[in-house]
């Protein structure tokens, strides 16, 4: 039980802080930052177990080799702005668009169906969905604000995550 109040407070650290740099310092930048970190240290390890493999005269095969190398490689890609994760944005955006137009189409089904807490739950969702997506591609500055709030509730959670791993739970 240690444990698991243990990993919560420290996933709440991380999405706090995570959320705090997002809301400062937009999304790009940090999850590029936090991509990078996270490619260094397993391209790294994987450097560690081949070095391993190789110090007990055991065969090191190629994908082990290509594997830390390339993670390593596209971690100073990240730390160099040579390339971003956030060249998925727009990506993303149209998948959410996507995911809120089929929300609405489901829920409207779901109506048809007699099932109206389900399809008006489905029809609040995409709608909230499409809406997001439609602001975001609309409105340069919405994009600006998008990424504060939701930095702000990823900090929020962390922080709620945390109180919920110290406080007992009745």
């Known amino acids: ?13 991380i999405l706090a802080v995570l959320g705090v740099l997002i809301a400062i310092y937009g999304a790009g930048t940090v999850i590029d930052a936090y991509f ?33 190398v390339a993670l390593i490689t596209c971690s100073i890609g ?4 040579f390339i971003s994760v956030m060249a998925f944005e727009a ?28 399809g008006i739950a489905f029809i609040l969702f995409g709608a ?8 975001y591609m609309g409105i340069p500055d919405f994009r600006t604000a998008f990424w504060i709030v939701a930095g702000i509730m990823m900090a929020v959670f962390g922080v709620l995550t ?3 791993a110290i406080v007992k739970k009745k």
């Open 1 to 13: 039980m240690k444990q698991e109040k243990l990993s919560n407070i420290i996933e709440g650290a």
């Open 91 to 118: 990506l993303m955006v149209l998948i959410v668009l996507a995911l809120g137009v089929a929300g609405v189409l489901y829920g409207i089904y779901a109506l048809t169906k007699g099932a109206v807490p389900f």
């Open 36 to 68: 990078g970190v996270a490619g260094i240290i397993a391209g790294a390890s994987l450097a560690g177990i081949a070095i391993f493999l190789i110090s007990k005269k055991a065969p090191l095969s190629f994908p082990l080799v290509f594997l830390s």
């Open 162 to 164: 945390i109180v919920f």
């Open 78 to 81: 990240l730390f160099t702005h």
């Open 128 to 135: 909230t969905c499409a809406t997001l997506a439609g602001l």
